[in-house]
């Protein structure tokens, strides 16, 4: 027996209610577990919400919705005309080509109706049998390439669902195709029947599985808009929060959407607001949301398990509901900003750059979808307790003058001053390097009561085994891409990954009214710094002396392994702490220079280089890592091109300087000839902080 339609209430601001009969057949897999109707406090609490997503601009205007259903307009007669050249090109008669038909249909969140203003259109092209996908990509592009309003195509064949991505008239299309069994497609198909997937290859049925699951969803929900209002709320929550992003292993639209659609048939009479504060007592029971239990197979398969963030996050959310329910906080509160970038002391950043932004845009793809296997890996590492990703890549379009600088940006290094304050360089000699820079926060367990002595964290297989996979896709290109993976502390973080929030790390402490009496240390008595290598001990007498007078270390001369990546190490320089960073203000701190030399990767065992006097907990790892190379430059080839580039170390920074420059873990680049450098083995000793 179907289920009645249900009775539909609106109240002002689209909060609505719904009356369910318990004479009725319920939605979803159990009865419901309440059938009241909302209380008028959690009436008042809706529209309170939906104000709220008004202010922030989460509804499209009339103009914009009109734009939307002009532009489907057009692009359904382009998919009819796309079959009409296609059946004509397979000789069939004129009349049947022009009754072969092809159709639009939408999926996503504009299917769902929670759509923001500018979001993009999940567009599913259906076509009769006699249309191969390879003219979808070919005829279809064509006639896109064709259209003025038709920008920023990009096919994409091989991806899992093959899709064609633009922007049609402004709007950001994800164009996909599906071929059904059919001689013709009927105006009025319904995609819902399961007749329409037979015969069909995995690809086309993963293509109709996208617009099927949200018309379902739309049919399984009892009242469609408490659904809409709720299913905003918790995407605007899920993104402010960084938990929105399906690719790096957290939950996309389509979850959340089950997710609240499912709490909306537990109960049925339930305004947007009701369904809220039960939505986050829900989802944070602490087993997960299972149909049977999980079951070990004689493999043993691992899998990246975002269970210790996001319970944390539903945690935080279902107090604050709470509280708004009862009127003691207001729904902004609900959507304030993560703390990624605050919440660690230690991040990992992997830089995907190369020369144009077409390679770009599919190099950072592959980069990004393959994250998650990073995270997984950096999570079997001793005394890493977790691997956060954050849910999207930083892209830059860098303008070097010379091939020194485009191999220092695709390394990870920022421009030179002089090319930031606007000098002017040789046009014929500018160059653009695009990168996209993704970021793992490491979160380090506290060292154990009683616990002495060092502790190894080793990220070298991870990392490596990462950049491998990488390199073995068909779509790299060692002449025109890039990867890098470096570690940098949060105190390091450039500024752009706080999107105009101002830096917790970088504000200044106030000073305490224990120490307004006491006399500042002089510069000169620096405390003694110690390094431990294969020779023995040496102790510096202070900071400065140290650096000034380190010689560059001789040794045997390193060789270039084919097939091995290249390694980029560090040159320690021991200045005094920079003020308002997360370290003592009076310890000296380790800052690095990038300085490329060739290593086996069997010796790289780096995971942070912050000597400083660290907390209690701290944790230290020792590292075999190559000597620096000496202050000349070491010619070595550049990322993107054939012409040499030249990467010398850094000079020393200045004990005023806001923050350390970043530290490099692994730099991998195009593999090329490397002159040999004098190199010798250190044993050093690292120091992480403990837990994050």
């Known amino acids: 027996m179907s289920p009645a339609p249900p009775t539909q209430q609106k109240t002002a601001g689209l909060a609505a209610t719904t009356t369910v009969s318990q004479s009725q057949s319920f939605l979803g897999v159990t009865p419901p577990i309440s059938m009241n109707a909302s209380t008028p406090e959690e009436l008042k609490r809706t529209e309170e919400l939906v104000q709220t997503l008004r202010a922030r601009n989460l509804f499209e205007s009339e103009e914009e919705g009109q734009l939307r259903e002009v532009v489907l307009g057009k692009l359904d007669k382009m998919v009819k005309q796309f079959v009409y050249q296609i059946s004509l090109k397979r000789g069939l008669p004129d009349a049947i080509a022009r009754d072969a038909g092809g159709k639009i249909f939408t999926f996503g969140s504009f299917r769902l109706g929670v759509h923001n203003p500018g979001s993009d259109i999940d567009t599913l092209c259906v076509v009769p049998r006699h249309v191969q996908r390879e003219d979808f990509f070919e005829l279809m592009h064509q006639m896109l390439l064709e259209r003025e309003e038709a920008t920023d195509i990009t096919p994409v064949a091989d991806a899992y669902v093959p899709v064609i991505k633009m922007k049609f008239s402004g709007l950001s299309i994800d164009f996909v195709f599906a071929r059904l069994a059919l001689p013709s497609v009927p105006a009025g198909l319904d995609l819902a029947d399961n007749n329409v997937l037979k015969n069909l290859d995995e690809r086309c049925v993963r293509s109709l599985n996208g617009s099927r699951v949200t018309d379902e969803i739309l049919r399984l929900v009892p009242n469609v808009e408490a659904f809409r209002v709720a299913l905003r709320c918790v995407k605007l929550w899920a993104k402010h929060r960084a938990i929105y992003s399906n690719v790096v292993g957290f939950l996309g639209g389509v979850a959340w959407a089950m997710l609240v659609a499912r709490v909306c048939q537990l109960y049925p009479n339930a305004c947007a607001g009701a369904v809220l504060s039960r939505f986050f007592r829900i989802m944070s029971w602490p087993q997960p949301v299972l149909l049977k239990p999980i079951e070990d197979g004689p493999l043993q398969v691992r899998v990246w398990n975002p269970k210790a963030v996001m319970t944390s996050e539903f945690k935080r959310a279902?107090?604050?509901?709470?509280?708004?329910?009862?009127?003691?906080?207001?729904?902004?509160?609900?959507?304030?900003?993560?703390?990624?970038?605050?919440?660690?002391?230690?991040?990992?950043?992997?830089?995907?750059?190369?020369d144009s932004d077409e390679r770009q845009r599919a190099w950072e793809g592959l980069v990004e979808a393959r994250l998650r296997h990073l995270v997984m890996k950096l999570e079997l590492v001793e005394h890493l307790v977790l691997a956060h990703p954050f849910i999207k890549g930083f892209r830059k379009v860098h303008k070097c003058a010379s091939d020194e600088e485009a191999f220092s940006v695709a390394n990870g290094v920022p421009p030179p001053a002089k090319a930031k304050n606007g000098d002017t360089a040789d046009p014929a000699t500018m160059r653009e390097v695009y990168t996209t820079t993704f970021y793992i926060g490491l979160c380090v367990e506290s060292r154990p009561a009683g616990a002495s002595g060092p502790r190894k964290l080793d990220l070298s297989w991870p990392t490596f085994d990462f950049i491998k996979q990488i390199q073995s896709s068909d779509l790299y290109d060692e002449a025109v891409m890039a990867i890098v993976i470096k570690n940098?502390?949060?105190?390091?973080?450039?500024?752009?990954?706080?999107?105009?929030?101002?830096?917790?790390?970088?504000?200044?402490?106030?000073?305490?009214?224990?120490?307004?009496?006491k006399t500042p240390p002089q510069p000169t008595e620096q405390p003694a710094k110690k390094i431990k290598s294969g020779d023995g001990e040496v102790r510096a007498a202070s900071v400065d002396s140290m650096a000034a007078s380190t010689p560059p270390l001789a040794g045997e001369s390193a060789v270039s392994t084919p097939g091995v990546p290249m390694e980029t190490t560090s040159t320690e320089v021991a200045t005094p702490a920079t003020k308002g960073s997360d370290t003592d203000m009076d310890t000296p701190m380790t800052e690095s220079a990038p300085a490329p030399v060739a290593a086996d990767a069997a010796t790289v065992d780096m995971a942070d280089v912050e000597s400083v006097q660290a907390p209690a907990d701290a944790v230290e790892a020792s590292a075999a890592t190559p000597a620096t190379t000496p202050p000349s430059a070491t010619p070595v080839a550049s990322p993107?091109?054939?012409?040499?580039?030249?990467?010398?170390?850094?000079?020393?920074?200045?004990?005023?300087?806001?923050?350390?420059?970043?530290?490099?873990?692994?730099?991998t680049l195009p593999q090329s000839t490397l002159a040999p450098v004098k190199?010798?083995?250190?044993?050093?000793?690292?120091?992480?902080?403990?837990?994050?």
């Open 640 to 667: 993107f091109g054939d012409q040499a580039a030249t990467e010398s170390t850094t000079e020393q920074p200045s004990a005023e300087a806001t923050s350390a420059p970043e530290t490099p873990v692994v730099a």
């Open 679 to 692: 190199k010798k083995k250190l044993d050093i000793k690292l120091k992480l902080a403990g837990s994050s």
């Open 318 to 354: 279902a107090e604050v509901v709470d509280r708004v329910m009862v009127g003691s906080a207001e729904w902004g509160e609900l959507f304030a900003r993560h703390d990624f970038f605050h919440r660690y002391k230690h991040y990992l950043q992997v830089i995907a750059s190369s």
């Open 488 to 517: 940098t502390k949060k105190s390091q973080l450039p500024l752009d990954v706080f999107e105009g929030e101002e830096p917790r790390s970088r504000l200044k402490r106030p000073k305490s009214s224990a120490n307004k009496n």
